[in-house]
């Protein structure tokens, strides 16, 4: 069974910072790409960062510079790291990892980010 806990998110002003954790259950952490994705009101969930079991990362355009991920396999713990927060940053976070055909998610934690 794979359980994808979320925590860190709150509101911050922009220009600040937050950082993201996601506390996974189950034998797979360290062999899987773990990702975070968000879900702002009214738009399509996208792609915030990956990282994958050899620590390889890629990010999502609108992010790229301003935030890092990274994991910790012996916590079976990621984090997203989240500096030069904008506006447009505001959004559900969600912690996510594939095994096979099947997507795993997270419940989400809120980010917002005031002007």
Same mark, same amino acid.
Request: with cysteine; proline share 2%; aromatic share 10%.
């Given at each position: #069974? %794979?359980?994808? %806990?979320?925590? +860190? +998110? ?5 220009? +600040? ?8 259950? +189950? $034998?797979?952490?360290?062999?899987? !790409? ?5 879900? /702002?009101?009214? *738009? #399509?969930?996208?792609? %915030?960062?990956? =990282? &994958?079991?050899?620590? =390889?990362? @890629?990010?999502?355009?609108? &992010? *790229?510079?301003?935030? !890092? =991920?990274? $994991?910790?396999?012996?916590? @079976? !713990? ?7 927060? *904008?506006?447009?940053?505001? /959004? ?6 594939? #095994? ?6 997270? #419940?989400? !934690?809120?980010?917002? %980010?005031?002007?």
């Amino acid at each position: #069974q %794979v359980q994808l %806990v979320e925590s +860190g +998110g709150g509101l911050v002003q922009a220009g +600040g910072s937050l950082r993201l954790s996601c506390a996974a259950s +189950g $034998r797979f952490f360290a062999t899987n !790409t773990m990702n975070w994705y968000r879900q /702002a009101p009214g *738009k #399509q969930r996208e792609l %915030v960062a990956g =990282i &994958t079991p050899g620590a =390889i990362t @890629n990010y999502g355009d609108s &992010t *790229k510079g301003r935030f !890092t =991920i990274s $994991r910790d396999n012996a916590r @079976n !713990t990621v984090y997203l790291q989240m500096n030069n927060l *904008k506006v447009e940053d505001t /959004a559900v976070y969600y912690c996510n990892t594939r #095994q096979g055909f099947l997507n795993y998610w997270g #419940q989400g !934690t809120q980010v917002t %980010v005031s002007s």
